[in-house]
């Protein structure tokens, strides 16, 4: 079995130290690093991802397997950056104005890293301004935007009018989540797309960034 | 009055069901043992501590259904801050377990709570020969912007450090408030809150006894 494979399997069973250990191994074979990733990390992400919208796998299997990508990823960055490898695409995701909560915009933030997307997380209580500079300055395909309360939801759609009357609305995916967000909502705000979790916040992305491409 | 004496214990549980991790679940032994790891940590970041205060609505918040001038306890109850910064570090490290594993603590730190005050209310309102008759929370039965009053009415920035934005949001975020509606008749004691009004349907905590 190649070793990529050994590396998705053992992914998807969250076996963090594993992962770890074939990844150093396989690059010390002499593998390429975007081998790795594309063959080993991200697909075995791709998979847990399509297992947990099926009900086949739950919270707890999604989480252990973000881990163990990240634990392969940090031995894997140095080199895809040496290797000069461009991303899928690039998410500028945080928390609205007002909105102090990230426990969710972190999932979407690890699921969307493990879908092959760069993140630039801007944090919690980001404004308009920090939104769109973001995304301008880091040239970003996608905007992501969570809120957890009714009462800062509304701030969502400040930043897709800022975009609108900067001329800038096409040139960016705009997502949207949270407790209190729901398809309805998103469309009123003229959002692009709403996604329940994070494993569907990722499979939308990917989809959108691959169609871009 | 301010309730700092919670000492409260994780309910490994409650913390595993938050998280959606089940006797049956693969996972279950691993978040088992990642909590026993964590616990000390956990322990040491959370700091709960709460205030009652029983007030009357004041003329700016008063409702239909809660006209100015009605007899209310307001509670107010967090976790402090430290609880979520040690997620949100454990988030920026890549490991989602142990940040999921410490928010969830928190919720039931928060949770467990519930039952100290609950006891401490039982007492003020013998004292006072009062009973309740209900539990008002946001944003089912009362609307957002009374956490303003709430806030306002515990002195929560000077007693518990919780500050409060236009949003009405508090921080720390893992922070709870709520209003009981006080009546003269002392054999009613209504302070649970009822899963069965809440709209909170996908709520973890859904039909889970605090007591």
């Keep these: 079995m190649a070793i990529t494979e050994d590396i998705s399997e053992f992914l998807q069973?969250?076996?963090?130290?594993?992962?770890?250990?074939?990844?150093?191994?396989?690059?010390?074979?002499?593998?390429g690093p975007k081998v790795i990733l594309n063959?080993?990390?991200?697909?075995?992400?791709?998979?847990?991802?399509?297992?947990?919208?099926?009900?086949?796998?739950?919270?707890?299997?999604?989480?252990?397997?973000a881990r163990a990508m990240n634990a392969g990823l940090s031995i894997l960055e140095p080199k895809l950056v040496e290797a000069g490898n461009e991303s899928l695409g690039k998410a500028v995701i945080g928390t609205?104005?007002?909105?102090?909560?990230?426990?969710?915009?972190?999932?979407?933030?690890?699921?969307?890293?493990?879908a092959g997307i760069e993140v630039v997380d801007i944090g919690v209580d980001a404004d308009v301004q920090k939104f769109i500079d973001k995304a301008e300055e880091s040239n970003a395909?996608?905007?992501c935007m969570s809120a957890l309360l009714t009462t800062t939801m509304q701030n969502m759609k400040d930043v897709i009018d800022e975009l609108q009357s900067r001329g800038l609305r096409d040139k960016y995916v705009v997502m949207v989540g949270g407790a209190p967000i729901n398809d309805t909502f998103a469309k009123q705000i003229g959002a692009d797309f709403y996604t329940p979790d994070a494993a569907s916040a990722a499979e939308v992305a990917r989809n959108q960034l691959l169609a871009r491409a | 009055m301010k309730i700092s004496d919670f000492q409260i214990k994780l309910n490994h549980k409650t913390i595993l069901h938050l998280l959606d991790c089940n006797e049956?679940?693969?996972?279950?032994?691993?978040?088992?043992?990642?909590?026993?790891?964590?616990?000390?940590?956990?322990?040491?970041?959370?700091?709960?501590?709460?205030?009652?205060?029983?007030?009357?609505?004041?003329?700016?918040?008063?409702?239909?259904?809660?006209?100015?001038?009605?007899?209310?306890?307001c509670l107010l109850a967090t976790v402090g801050e430290e609880i979520s910064g040690l997620a949100s570090e454990y988030f920026r490290?890549?490991?989602?377990?142990?940040?999921?594993?410490?928010?969830?603590?928190?919720?039931?730190?928060?949770?467990?709570m519930e039952r100290v005050l609950k006891e401490a209310i039982k007492e003020e309102c013998a004292v006072r020969k009062?009973?309740?008759?209900?539990?008002?929370?946001?944003?089912?039965?009362?609307?957002?912007y009374f956490q303003k009053m709430i806030w306002e009415k515990t002195h929560a920035q000077e007693e518990l450090n919780v500050t409060i934005n236009d949003s009405f949001m508090m921080n720390p975020v893992k922070s709870n408030c709520c209003i009981y509606k006080l009546t003269d008749d002392i054999t009613m004691f209504k302070i649970q809150h009822d899963c069965s009004k809440c709209t909170s349907t996908s709520c973890k905590l859904r039909h889970m006894s605090s007591v």
């Design chain 2, 93 to 112: 490290n890549g490991d989602c377990v142990s940040g999921m594993i410490v928010d969830a603590a928190a919720d039931d730190c928060l949770f467990q």
């Design chain 1, 13 to 31: 069973k969250g076996k963090a130290k594993n992962v770890k250990e074939l990844v150093q191994q396989a690059l010390d074979e002499g593998i």
């Design chain 2, 24 to 73: 049956n679940s693969p996972q279950y032994s691993e978040f088992l043992e990642e909590i026993h790891a964590l616990e000390p940590e956990i322990t040491k970041t959370l700091h709960p501590e709460a205030v009652i205060a029983f007030c009357e609505i004041d003329d700016k918040y008063g409702t239909d259904a809660l006209p100015q001038g009605t007899p209310v306890i």
């Design chain 1, 96 to 114: 609205v104005k007002g909105d102090l909560h990230d426990i969710g915009k972190n999932l979407v933030a690890i699921m969307l890293k493990g």
């Design chain 1, 141 to 143: 395909d996608i905007i």
């Design chain 2, 130 to 144: 009062l009973g309740i008759s209900g539990r008002l929370e946001v944003p089912n039965e009362i609307p957002f």
């Design chain 1, 39 to 65: 063959d080993g990390l991200l697909s075995a992400m791709m998979i847990v991802g399509k297992k947990f919208k099926n009900n086949e796998v739950y919270v707890p299997e999604v989480l252990v397997a």
